[in-house]
Nanobody, 124 residues
Framework: QVQLVESGGGLVQAGDSLRLSCVASGRTVSSAAITWFRQAPGKEREFVAAIEWSSKTVYVDSVKGRFTISRNSANNTVSLQMNSLKVEDTAVYYC??????????????????WGKGTLVTVSS
């Protein structure tokens, strides 16, 4: 069993930065694909960024150049550094883990474990 706990959300202004953290227990983050998803009010959950087994990182186009996903094996954490935040980044951000190797770690339906989410609100 894998537990994921997100933190770091909050209320910020457009242009500000936030750093989200996802602490894992029950499995090392380097042995899974860890993906950040987000869900805005009234919208479907969408892929944001992922770091997979080989440390390859993938981003949705809308956050490329602004968000950076990274992994710290020492404290079993995956972080999402979010810079130049926009109002449209407002959402609940979830981290999720896929244990068995797959290329589908950008799909919510393919993930095995989920955190409860952390709310990011960006005001104009």
């Amino acid at each position: 069993q894998v537990q994921l706990v997100e933190s770091g959300g909050g209320l910020v202004q457009a242009g500000d930065s936030l750093r989200l953290s996802c602490v894992a227990s029950g499995r090392t983050v380097s042995s899974a694909a860890i993906t950040w998803f987000r869900q805005a009010p009234g919208k479907e959950r969408e892929f944001v960024a992922a770091i997979e087994w080989s440390s390859k990182t993938v981003y949705v186009d809308s956050v490329k150049g602004r968000f950076t996903i990274s992994r710290n094996s020492a404290n079993n954490t995956v972080s999402l550094q979010m810079n130049s935040l926009k109002v449209e980044d407002t959402a609940v951000y979830y981290c999720a883990a896929r244990v068995l190797y797959s290329n589908d770690y950008h799909r919510a339906s393919a993930m095995d474990y989920w955190g409860k989410g952390t709310l990011v609100t960006v005001s104009s």
